[in-house]
């Protein structure tokens, strides 16, 4: 199922709740996590379309890895709506060793699961993914 070269195999509900926020818009972020026990990557929690970047990243756990997806919505500077797909590699700086390394290691096989990501960014601390981080990469 799944061998170090390739990472963690990854739960059909990843992919099925991705395109639902994708395509429906029916969720503002997924937070996804590996569990060792089956080797698998799962759904850990999801944010409804109200939910607000600041849910979103108090959700994230303070020393755990996790990976996520925000849809981010944004005003050009021509006054114009867009969204863009965020992929988030959380990895706190107080996060084991271990589980850095089964993140890192996983992280490309998840992301090509997920078709339709538009930004990836690799986080090891909040301030990395400050609202103006944000902002300047979706633009």
């Not at 990557?41 to 303070?62: C, H, I, M, R, W």
């Not at 997920?114 to 633009?139: H, N, Y």
Request: proline share 3%.
């Amino acid at each position: 199922m799944a061998n170090s070269a390739s990472g963690m195999a990854v739960h059909d509900e990843c992919k099925l709740k991705f395109l639902e926020l994708k395509a429906k818009r029916n969720y503002r972020y997924i937070v996804f996590k590996i569990d060792e026990q089956i080797q698998q990557v799962t759904v850990e929690k999801v944010g409804g379309p109200e939910q607000t970047y600041n849910d979103f990243t108090n959700s994230l756990p303070a020393d755990q890895c996790r990976y996520a997806v925000f849809d981010f919505d944004f005003t050009t500077d021509e006054n114009v709506q867009k969204s863009k797909i965020f992929f988030i590699a959380w990895a706190p700086d107080t996060s084991k060793v271990r589980s850095k390394m089964v993140y890192a290691s996983s992280k490309d096989r998840f992301k090509r699961e997920l078709d339709g990501i538009q930004v990836e960014l690799q986080v090891t601390d909040p301030s990395e993914m400050s609202m103006d981080i944000i902002k300047g990469r979706a633009i």
